[in-house]
């Protein structure tokens, strides 16, 4: 673990000289970004999340188990409020579905919702099926160094591919130099803030450093956010993929 | 000499001539005033209707209709538009994509029918060739370009310029998502039709969906719509009716058909109700002036003219009355139908309201050959008819009774 943070941050280093040599800086933000996404996510992840939603004149709490399997496969359900228990998403790839125990019906989810909050939270459910597209349909681009807490913190400002079906402008990361990602802004085609994820109080969670409190917040509306809690978190080397199928959306309980 | 009679008659009390002028001038006016502004109404609806992406003919997969997925299209195009060389010399069509889709971008997303165009043949088939307010239509190559409507512009808080992230279901059941970049923003006459429709290149939504060469619908504009019913019949008969439907404007747009039935119907009791108003002026003013003058009829039967030749005194003058009123009340309605024609009524400040109808923001009047026609003849045999009653009124008059009257 030691050692690999040790390399990594090698190899940043040689990346970021790299980067003020030549005008290789593409290759190396890229590399630095996919590193972040690949430490927050691991190989295999099992976790229990609480998560807040939080309006000016309201605020719901839900709990959440989730496993994760490389880049592809998800699967959520709600434990707690009993009203909600069962209630369920899987991902695999691009696409999702989703399981309501009470009319007990899994409904892939059409191009229309794929843009719909996901569970009244400030994440869509795009958020969740195209995670992954900031390192493929975006091009990335190192614009600054400073340094918290005594760590060096980048910012990688990501533009998308001309092509690329992604409805942002712009998003800016800020990945910290052990591939934290501290900020993720979300930017309109106007350059303006249209959302934010932050991730607060980094502690040792499933063996590594990780931030405990994930907050998506709305640029233009004070006091509306939703916070993602890490109750527990353990990364796996793997998981079945079996587990990321149809039937175990319809009877999460089985895990 | 009976005819000069009836003319002199008249005039002999010109107050109550002029007050039943008026009301035969203002009913033929209104009658051909506003059967002319409502034969506008509903031409305009169906101008819009036929420009709104529907043309005289359509043609799709059967199904496509009930349920317009892409999985419903036309596979094998080429059999479709080999068919359409029947079509009557003059005929235009143009081939489509048209599926649901989700507009997104970074702040709204909502759901708008994609249409997939050709953008040389859509231009002459449909409204959207010479809409194009801001930026640039579609060109023959345009993998990116998107052209939506003012309204959705405003609705999205977006610009000329900027991207707009499509999804739809592909062909294999997949979501399909693509960027285009809006290159023109257009002008419809409802705003309904500016936040439905987003104009892709044909070629990028057959992209976007895997579809390969094929198309969800043909749009066929005719020389004049009165060749509908026959070329849709030939049509059908070229294509096999289990694969393919052939469907009219009227089969598109039930409520644009159904609206100009009623307004049929609807001009027929207007003109109706004008008459009967004015029916009873004249019958009243008539056999006024047949009472007033009971002793001069009983001295002209004294004198030996025939009953019938009385009668045809009395409607000679009712035949008057109305032919001048006609007349001038023509000429009004004429006048006035020429003078709104330039500019139209705007009715934008209740084009809200007007919208579920497919009805415009400014209403032009028209005028149909037939609704004068209906007008002038209601009035003038009705006229004569309810006339018949103080004429035979007169004829029955008994000469000594009469002339002993004071």
């Avoid at chain 1, 699967?75 to 009470?102: A, S, V």
């Avoid at chain 2, 003059?90 to 759901?111: D, E, F, K, L, Y």
């Amino acid at each position: 673990m030691k050692l690999s943070r040790a390399f990594a941050a090698a190899m940043l280093a040689i990346g970021i000289f790299s980067w003020v040599c030549s005008a290789d800086e593409g290759k190396e933000a890229r590399t630095l970004v996919e590193a972040a996404v690949k430490y927050y996510r691991g190989d295999a992840s099992v976790s229990r999340v609480r998560m807040t939603i939080h309006r000016p004149d309201w605020e719901r709490e839900m709990t959440i188990k989730a496993w994760t399997l490389g880049k592809k496969y998800s699967l959520f359900y709600i434990t707690d409020p009993p009203k909600d228990e069962g209630n369920g998403t899987l991902k695999r790839g691009t696409d999702m579905w989703t399981y309501n125990p009470k009319v007990n019906r899994v409904i892939k989810l059409p191009p229309s919702m794929m843009s719909q909050a996901w569970m009244g939270s400030d994440f869509s459910n795009n958020d969740l099926a195209k995670s992954d597209s900031i390192i493929d349909d975006y091009d990335h681009r190192m614009v600054a160094e400073k340094s918290v807490d005594g760590k060096k913190v980048y910012v990688v400002e990501s533009m998308p591919k001309p092509m690329a079906p992604v409805i942002w402008g712009m998003q800016k990361l800020h990945i910290r130099e052990d591939h934290i990602m501290l900020r993720q802004e979300f930017y309109d085609e106007e350059m303006e803030l249209v959302k934010a994820m932050t991730g607060e109080q980094i502690e040792m969670l499933g063996g590594k450093k990780f931030p405990r409190i994930w907050r998506m917040q709305k640029a233009d509306v004070e006091g509306e956010y939703t916070q993602l809690e890490y109750l527990e978190l353990e990364f796996k080397e793997s998981l079945p993929q079996s587990l990321f199928t149809v039937s175990s959306l319809r009877n999460p309980g089985r895990m | 000499m009976i005819l000069q009679m009836g003319w002199r008659n008249i005039w002999r009390n010109k107050r109550r001539t002029a007050v039943i002028l008026t009301a035969v001038i203002i009913g033929v006016w209104s009658m051909i005033f506003l059967g002319a502004l409502m034969r506008g109404f509903s031409d305009r609806m169906r101008q819009n209707g036929i420009a709104t992406l529907t043309g005289h003919l359509q043609v799709h997969r059967a199904g496509f209709r009930n349920d317009p997925v892409i999985e419903n299209r036309i596979t094998s195009p080429a059999a479709v538009l080999d068919a359409l060389e029947i079509l009557p010399e003059g005929a235009r069509w143009t081939p489509r994509i048209r599926v649901n889709a989700v507009a997104g971008n970074a702040r709204h997303s909502a759901g708008i029918t994609l249409v997939g165009i050709d953008p040389g043949r859509e231009a002459a088939v449909s409204f959207i060739g010479d809409a194009v307010r801001q930026g640039r239509y579609l060109q023959q190559e345009d993998p990116l370009g998107i052209v939506v409507g003012e309204a959705f512009v405003r609705k999205f808080e977006t610009r000329l310029g900027n991207k707009l992230v499509l999804m739809s279901q592909d062909a294999n059941g997949e979501i399909a998502s693509r960027a285009f970049r809006i290159v023109g923003i257009f002008d419809a006459e409802l705003e309904s039709t500016e936040k439905q429709f987003g104009f892709v290149h044909i070629a990028a939504s057959r992209k976007m969906l895997g579809v390969g060469d094929d198309i969800c619908e043909v749009a066929v504009l005719l020389p004049s719509h009165r060749q509908v019913e026959a070329a849709a019949e030939s049509l059908r008969q070229r294509l096999p009716e289990d694969t393919y439907t052939v469907e009219t404007w009227k089969d598109l747009l039930p409520i644009v058909r159904e609206t100009l039935e009623i307004y049929d119907v609807f001009i027929f009791i207007w003109f109706l109700a004008v008459f009967i108003a004015m029916g009873f002026g004249l019958v009243n003013t008539i056999l006024m002036a047949v009472f007033e003058r009971i002793r001069e009829f009983g001295l002209m039967r004294s004198l030996g003219m025939l009953p019938r030749l009385v009668v045809v005194e009395v409607l000679a003058e009712s035949f008057f009355l109305l032919v001048l009123g006609m007349a001038a009340g023509n000429l009004i309605g004429l006048l006035s139908v020429w003078a709104l024609s330039v500019n139209g009524i705007d009715l934008s400040a209740f084009s809200a309201g007007m919208e579920f109808a497919g009805m415009s923001r400014i209403i032009f009047p028209v005028l149909v050959a037939r609704d004068i026609f209906t007008a002038n003849a209601t009035v003038f045999l009705m006229g004569l008819a309810v006339s018949l009653y103080p004429a035979v009124k007169a004829a029955r008059i008994n000469p000594v009774e009469a002339m002993a009257r004071p």
